[in-house]
């Protein structure tokens, strides 16, 4: 099945410890969609201005995303700017140019309405909650989320959350929102809001899946050169939601295995600036490193007693 994205196509200028990029390729449908196109085929949604690096963009085509519902739009991109500091968990915004994205409303185009995985990427949720409105009858609708939008605009969030069934946010992000310092807490406030799945990033900590009663926890991938962590997130996402499109299975087992994929994609792109890993990857890369997370946590249950 095919996964269909809305979010942000954005131009990041981004500082590590390690180096800085500027106007790289980025946005949270840029990340997803790299992400996903390893799994299944992306339908992706967004806007770009006059001056996008439209060449750049294109390589996801050959990835099989459709670009059909990418507006261009006359004026400037999207652009955040961020800084990392030497803990890579914390990442500091230091701009947010919203450009085309001030006017923008996402238009789904008539052969995506169908999609049956919908991913409500990072943009403001009055938008996330318009093509909610477009959507024929998705099997599963996702959304994430950031401080951004829950400072701004939280009511729209809080609304959207009631129509979701899965959200991905950061421990921050869930403290914020929900205003409980304790995830587990967090979560079950998140849930009794609506969505019957919670996933909770916790960057190079890894990710807890709150599902139903049921709770499930994937490791970060210990990696030795952590280079930029921007897109781990979104990169994560598109891991998770890739593999429950191709598989149509969304049983809790399969759940939870979507979560290793996530995470694993997640820790590819960080070890690259914008999607460069992504594209360099393939699927033997992907396999192997999932059986190395399998070891990772593998471990011999029975008592010597
Ligand atoms: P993450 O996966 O959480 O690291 O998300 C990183 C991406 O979020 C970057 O590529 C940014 O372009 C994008 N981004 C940052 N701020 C916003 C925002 N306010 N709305 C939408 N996208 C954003």
Known sequence: MT???VGSVALDSVETPFGSADDALGGSATYFAASASHHTKVQLVGVVGSDYPMDKLRVLEGRGVDLA??????GESFRWRGRYRHDLNSCETLETRLGVFSHFRPKIPAQFKNAKYVFLGNIDPRLQLDVLGQVDKPKLVACDTMNFWIESRRDDLVELIKRVDLITLNDAEARQLTGESNLVVAARWIMARGPKT?????GEHG??????TQVFFAPAFPLES???????????AGGFMGYLAQTDDLSEANMRRAVVVGSTMGSFVVEGFSIARLLEIGPDDIAKRIADFHRLVAFDATSHD
Do not use: N, Q, R
């Open 198 to 202: 919670v996933v909770i990033k916790k």
């Open 226 to 236: 952590v280079f930029d962590p921007t897109g781990a997130g979104d990169s994560f």
């Open 207 to 212: 990710a807890f899946m709150f599902h139903g």
């Open 69 to 74: 519902g990418l507006e261009h739009a006359e």
């Open 3 to 5: 996964v269909l994205v």
